[in-house]
């Protein structure tokens, strides 16, 4: 084990030796929770998008001891998600835990304002809610949606044994929002398709459940990533910007959350020992932002 495995909460013995596949593996807060389910003793298929990111993460866990390979997958892609499992059936084994973590947001689905106002409609400059393009918004929903069924559709596949029941710990984990208990301003396409995710948990849950694979979600709050940093911290004063000094005052832990406070309830949801009983559930992780009336 890596000498990084101290710094977990706990180490769920039941993940030893099994298959994880975190896509969107490449990101900031997808590597960290790949890490630890690498320290937690599973075997990683790291994808992403981007074939260097989706390698240089499977490599920073293979310097850390762990057995991992990072390969190039659209998860918009039915057939490269399959070429994708098959060569991690081949390499690594059968997927026993699936970490759904692509996702994201795009400019085209989001409104210049937090609301609409008399005189906005003369002002050109403005991307009020009439000129939100449909295939921006069709781009997120997608991503976040689709990308989270059509994975679960190749890898589920894979925890199922010839007799069609699945493999003991067989597990779902997706990545819903905040934004999906309390859509947030200006972005109404990633609300809508984060609230179409945890939807699709409860859903996948109990069309599961009689074959033994759990599927849960988290929910993060704010936390800083490559895609929002510059929507959250001012580029030159290095300070948060007027929309991010208002979600860390709306948030009553008062800051952003860290990487690695997701790790603790990713690896209870991931573990049958842990959660054997918990299915469906979406679990906030965001300082109480959902909780806060803002009184």
Same mark, same amino acid.
């Given at each position: 084990? $890596?000498?990084? @495995? ?33 320290q +937690? ?10 074939a ?10 293979? @310097? ?6 990072g ?22 084994g059968?997927? $026993?835990?699936?970490l ?27 991307? @009020? ?18 990308? @989270? ?14 007799e ?5 710990? $067989? ?10 208990? +309390? ?20 859903w996948?849950?109990?069309?599961? +459940?009689?074959?033994g ?36 005052e ?27 009983f ?9 300082g ?8």
């Open positions: 084990m $890596s000498a990084l @495995t101290a710094a977990l909460p706990f180490q769920p013995a039941d993940l030893v030796d099994k298959v994880a596949v975190v896509t969107g593996g490449g990101g900031v807060l997808c590597a960290e929770l790949a890490a630890a389910l690498a +937690c003793g599973m075997k990683l298929a790291v994808l992403d998008l981007n260097q990111a989706a390698e240089q993460a499977a490599a920073r866990l293979r @310097t850390q001891g762990a057995r991992a390979i390969l190039a997958a659209d998860v918009l892609n039915r057939e490269s998600l399959e070429m994708a499992a098959q060569q991690i059936q081949l390499e690594l059968p997927c $026993s835990l699936l759904n973590g692509a996702g994201g947001n795009h400019p085209q689905g989001t409104t210049s304002k937090e609301w609409l106002e008399a005189g906005d409609l003369a002002d050109s400059s403005l991307t @009020t809610f009439f000129d939100l393009d449909p295939k921006g918004i069709e781009f997120v929903f997608n991503l976040n949606y689709l990308g @989270t069924l059509l994975p679960t559709q190749v890898f589920s596949r894979q925890m199922l044994t010839a069609g029941v699945a493999r003991p710990g $067989s597990s779902i984990l997706n990545i819903s929002s905040m934004n999906a208990f +309390c859509p947030l301003t200006k972005i109404p396409a990633y609300s809508g398709a984060k609230a179409a995710v945890s939807n699709l948990t409860q996948l849950a109990v069309h599961f +459940c009689k074959v694979i759990r599927v849960n979600a988290i929910a993060p709050g704010f936390f800083l990533t490559a895609q929002n940093h510059r929507l959250l911290i001012d580029s030159e004063s290095g300070q948060p910007t007027a929309r991010a000094q208002k979600i860390i709306h948030t009553p832990m008062g800051r952003f959350g860290e990487a690695h406070e997701l790790i603790g309830t990713t690896l209870w949801l991931a573990s049958a020992a842990a959660s054997g918990v299915n469906g559930v979406v679990v906030p992780i965001d109480g932002f959902a909780a806060y009336s803002g009184v």
